[in-house]
Nanobody, 127 residues
Framework: QVRLVESGGGLVQAGGSLRLSCAAS????????MAWFRQAPGKEREFVAW????????LYTGSVKGRFTMSRDNAKNTVYLQMNSLKPEDTAVYYC????????????????????WGQGTQVTVSS
């Protein structure tokens, strides 16, 4: 019932910035957490960032730590991913996803821990 829609992707040169948004609509929405994943052609979907809905604490994969910042606006049912110092290897389709409840330890980075998923937004970083 709940639908997630990403926006904000586009084409940017290396070193530039983009801000992605993911808005939830269509029903009751109170996740345990939200996450961003990305998927490049021919690659598996990769964990990027995670945020607790309750307290805003975050986790990041090592390759984006210090460059990306995830945040949320509970009143707007929206999460954001601020991406700075972008690199060509950041090129991918970026997806947001909801985590309904606390998962077993060590599964936050696995796609199976999340439902629903957005349709994705393309981020292309040129060199």
């Amino acid at each position: 019932q709940v639908r997630l829609v990403e926006s904000g992707g586009g084409l940017v040169q290396a070193g530039g910035s983009l801000r992605l948004s993911c808005a939830a609509s269509g029903g009751f929405f109170r996740p345990y957490a939200m996450a961003w994943f990305r998927q490049a052609p021919g690659k598996e979907r990769e964990f990027v960032a995670w945020i607790s809905w309750r307290d805003g604490s975050t986790l990041y994969t090592g390759s984006v730590k210090g460059r990306f910042t995830m945040s949320r606006d509970n009143a707007k049912n929206t999460v954001y991913l601020q991406m700075n110092s972008l690199k060509p290897e950041d090129t991918a389709v970026y997806y947001c996803a909801g985590q309904a409840r606390a998962a077993h330890s060590g599964t936050y980075y696995q796609t199976g821990a999340y439902d629903p998923w957005g349709q994705g937004t393309q981020v292309t970083v040129s060199s």
